[in-house]
């Protein structure tokens, strides 16, 4: 008879579900090693990765994994036709600083699953089965140490996510359980959403031999039908050498971040912490979808989060990895904050 994942034992899980984080870390540095290494600084192009998982945190529920792969186009790379959509924008861009507009496009999947993955009919108080892929375009612009970011965000929800085939094929891999309540998804379903947000990076204050710290605040909102809600929020970074960037990149619904950074040395990097609140008035993930019916759960409408972490950069290349600490999403979720982990990597050209 095969054995529940919920009664293995924790150290069993711990182990296989760190090994696996073990090789992933292990991969990522390998590729920063071979990868080049000269000063980056302004006018350059990135190609970034960002893997999200509740395996850092011993888990295996909620939101299990989140993947996006993305190339931002810089300064004097971005096409005219979108320099003149900027100069619409009263709040984005000025015209005399046309070299600070990047522009990015990201390609993502996030997937999500109630608390106990074999039960063949999941309970109706847990959180919904849910995948979503999906494609997104921003475009941002820098103001002296202020950052202005305009997203929209094209996707699917439901099987055409293609959720539930990744999910199967990664635990297939491991030793992880079967997931059988996928039967039970949300439905497919068009999504779009517009986001914009600011980040304002306060003044650094740094030693002679490279030591420093900043207080980046934040604040925005986003509208569609995957998610709907403001947020607030800073991150104080502190470290050697900092980087010219607004703390790490994450996956929607949490801050952005930077993807490319200016580097005042060939070696450098922080640690950080950071805290977001966000007012959710539509989760599509736990409201149910918009245009068919759906399994819903009574969703929280305030969600906190607390995150820490390291990032450092050896040349134009850049590692970090993010702790997240997320308060309670929905009436039925276990209690206590639910804990994942955010690797991201960028390689600059």
């Not at 850092?56 to 186009?73: A, K, M, P, Q, S």
């Not at 990047?102 to 999500?112: E, S, T, V, W």
């Not at 070696?267 to 912490?273: K, L, N, S, T």
Request: with cysteine.
């Amino acid at each position: 008879m095969r054995q529940s994942y919920r009664n293995t034992p924790a150290s069993r899980r711990r182990s296989t579900r760190w090994r696996e984080a073990g090789l992933l870390a292990t991969a990522l540095l390998c590729v920063a090693v071979a990868s080049p290494t000269s000063l980056a600084g302004s006018g350059v192009d990135a190609l970034h990765f960002e893997f999200e998982n509740d395996l850092f945190g011993g888990e295996d529920r909620y939101y299990t994994n989140g993947v996006r792969i993305g190339w931002t186009r810089s300064e004097g790379r971005v096409p005219p036709w979108l320099r003149t959509v900027a100069d619409s924008l009263p709040f984005f861009i000025r015209r005399e600083e046309p070299e600070r507009l990047k522009a990015a496009i990201h390609l993502g999947q996030n997937m999500y699953t109630p608390e106990d993955i074999e039960r063949t009919t999941p309970d109706p108080d847990d959180r919904p089965y849910a995948g979503w892929l999906y494609l997104n375009f921003s475009m941002a612009a820098e103001h002296d140490n202020r950052l202005d970011r305009l997203q929209v965000t094209l996707g699917t929800v439901g099987p055409a996510s293609l959720a539930e085939r990744t999910q199967r094929e990664v635990h297939s891999w491991s030793s992880a359980p079967e997931p059988k309540g996928w039967d039970h998804q949300i439905g497919n379903e068009p999504t779009l959403m517009l986001a914009y947000e600011r980040q304002l990076r306060g003044r650094s204050h740094r030693t002679p031999n490279g030591w420093g710290a900043d207080l980046t605040p934040h604040w925005g909102a986003a509208a569609g039908t995957p998610f709907t809600f403001a947020n607030a929020g800073a991150i104080v970074r502190a470290g050697r050498n900092l980087p010219g960037d607004y703390g790490p990149p994450r996956i929607r619904p949490a801050l952005s971040g930077t993807h490319t950074f200016e580097t005042t040395a060939r070696v450098g990097g922080y640690a950080f912490a950071g805290i977001d609140t966000r007012l959710m008035l539509y989760d599509l993930f736990l409201d149910g979808p918009v245009f068919r019916d759906g399994p819903s759960v009574d969703k929280h409408p305030v969600v906190g989060e607390l995150t820490a972490g390291v990032v450092f950069h050896v040349g134009g290349v850049r590692l970090g990895y993010t702790h997240v600490w997320r308060s309670r999403e929905f009436s039925g979720q276990a209690k206590g904050a639910a804990e994942f982990g955010s690797l991201h990597a960028t390689w600059q050209f």
